[in-house]
């Protein structure tokens, strides 16, 4: 079975761009969460994504945004990108995203702001 | 919100030994409590969780141990490998799965010396 498949793996972009990540879940899994990375703030949740729809969603501004497609890929977008905003972006995925069902992370993508 | 936090941040153990990583919560709401494991270039991998129903759980030569009352969990590695090298993290969350969203501790990067 195929794991959670992150696009691109790297990325180079300036400050005041945009960006679209994808993440595609594990067969079956229609709960698809994202995660910023960084070696000072670690890993820190960002939102989480069920049926279409956002149920949760942790301390980011505006600026982070996501939606998922009915096929259950996920895509994250971070307008305005600053110097900060360069860390390594997690999607992970479960089944349905409540108890007792644990989260597969994909390899992530590396994200670098000039 | 939750806080995790994890000790040591490094762990140097010798092949053979036993490795122990610890960390505690501050939510007495969270019920779920995965260990991840993530190597160099790649993202974390689920290696154990435990559920606050369970006070122990193991799986070969890894276990996790929970303790509801002192909000303290560890994980215990027993005759390490070479292949154990890497960086660990805990996390907690209130239901699992994903809805909620992980709160993870800063990581403990294990070194296992030949």
């Known amino acids: 079975k195929a794991g959670v498949t992150q696009t691109p793996r790297y990325l180079i972009k300036t400050r005041g761009q945009q960006v679209t990540l994808s993440c595609s879940p594990i067969s079956g899994h229609r709960s698809v969460s994202w995660y910023q990375q960084t070696p000072g703030q670690g890993l820190q949740f960002l939102f989480e994504?069920?049926?279409?729809?956002?149920?949760n969603k942790g301390n980011f501004p505006g600026r982070f945004s996501g939606r998922q497609f009915s096929n259950s890929r996920s895509e994250m977008n971070v307008s305005t990108l600053e110097l900060g905003d360069s860390a390594l972006y997690l999607c992970?995925?479960?089944?349905?995203?409540?108890?007792?069902?644990?989260?597969?992370f994909g390899d992530g993508t590396r994200l670098s702001i000039l | 919100g939750e806080n995790v936090e994890q000790h040591p941040s490094t762990l140097s153990v010798q092949e053979g030994d036993s490795a122990v990583i610890k960390c505690t919560y501050s939510?007495?709401?969270?019920?779920?409590f995965p260990w991840y494991k993530q190597e160099l270039g790649k993202g974390p991998q689920l290696i154990i969780d435990i559920r606050s129903n369970v006070g122990e759980k193991k799986d070969q030569r890894i276990a996790v141990t929970l303790n509801k009352t002192a909000k303290h969990f560890s994980l215990h590695i027993t005759e390490t490998q070479p292949e154990d090298s890497a960086v660990y993290f805990c996390a907690a969350s209130i239901r699992g799965g994903g809805a909620d969203g992980l709160t993870f501790g800063k990581g403990t990067h294990l070194i296992i010396q030949p």
């Open positions: 992970a995925s479960s089944q349905t995203g409540d108890s007792n069902q644990p989260q597969h």
């Open positions: 994504y069920f049926s279409e729809t956002q149920r």
């Open positions: 939510d007495s709401a969270s019920n779920y």
